[in-house]
């Protein structure tokens, strides 16, 4: 089974700093099958960014993925007070699929 | 606009079985790979199964499961009624979670069913 670690655990941040959460595999993976989710208090989670790189659709320009291999970057450029929330890691190029432990940010 | 439901959690108690629905529209439910996936409380997100369309001409549904459900829960579709199905048998106390569908395109989750296991 593939491991994800993500880290920070938890990330404070005041609004308009840069947010650089970290998802570290514990084998290469195709950057086809590495996804990024935000999740809220009390929803579902919700798409950022497929294929390492790529935003899902009508997410802001501000979320961008990087990353290759083992080691992948989801970076907010400029937080905004509605970022607040968790944020997961998934692979999907080895079953079964598997989720990160998450990231919290947290808007000062 | 694609739209998931899932129905049917609920109490049940330790060894006991329970049956999940996912309903779908917005979609060709019959060419949408789908998972389930969970989330303990205030816990993380935990991918449980998965059930894929046939590939390459032949009539099989290939499954999957996570090591911690595997011989316990099965997966599968009705395609004339769009809904993909969670059987749950042997519950345990740790399969207490939110249990969400979502496509294999990932951008389309239902709002979950809640399921607790307790006596």
């Known amino acids: 089974e593939v491991v994800l670690t993500q880290s920070p655990a938890t990330l404070s941040l005041s609004p308009g700093e840069r947010a650089t959460l970290s998802c570290r595999a514990s084998?290469?993976?195709?950057?086809?099958?590495l996804a990024w989710y935000q999740q809220k208090p009390g929803q579902a989670p919700r798409l950022l960014i497929d294929?390492?790189?790529n935003r899902a659709t009508g997410i802001p320009a501000r979320f961008s993925g990087s990353g290759s291999g083992t080691d992948f970057t989801l970076t907010i450029s400029s937080l905004q007070p509605e970022d607040s929330a968790v944020y997961y890691c998934?692979?999907?190029?080895?079953?079964?699929?598997?989720f990160g432990g998450g990231t919290k940010v947290e808007i000062k | 606009e694609v739209l998931l439901v899932e129905s049917g959690g609920g109490l049940i108690q330790p060894g006991g079985s329970l049956r999940l629905s996912c309903a779908a529209s917005?979609?060709?439910?019959?060419?949408?790979?789908m998972s389930w996936v969970r989330q303990a409380p205030g816990k993380g997100l935990e991918w449980v199964s998965a059930?894929?369309?046939?590939?390459?001409?032949?009539?099989?549904?290939?499954?999957y499961y996570a090591d911690s459900v595997k011989g316990r829960f099965v997966i599968s579709r009705d395609n004339s009624k769009n809904t993909l199905y969670l059987q749950m048998n042997s519950v345990r106390d740790e399969d207490t979670a939110i249990y969400y569908c979502?496509?294999?395109?990932?951008?389309?989750w239902g709002r979950g069913t809640l399921v607790i296991v307790s006596s």
């Open positions: 979502a496509t294999h395109a990932w951008d389309s």
């Open positions: 917005g979609l060709t439910f019959s060419e949408a790979d």
């Open positions: 059930i894929q369309t046939p590939r390459r001409g032949l009539a099989r549904f290939d499954t």
């Open positions: 084998q290469s993976l195709s950057t086809t099958y």
């Open positions: 294929a390492a790189t």
């Open positions: 998934q692979q999907r190029t080895y079953w079964p699929l598997t």
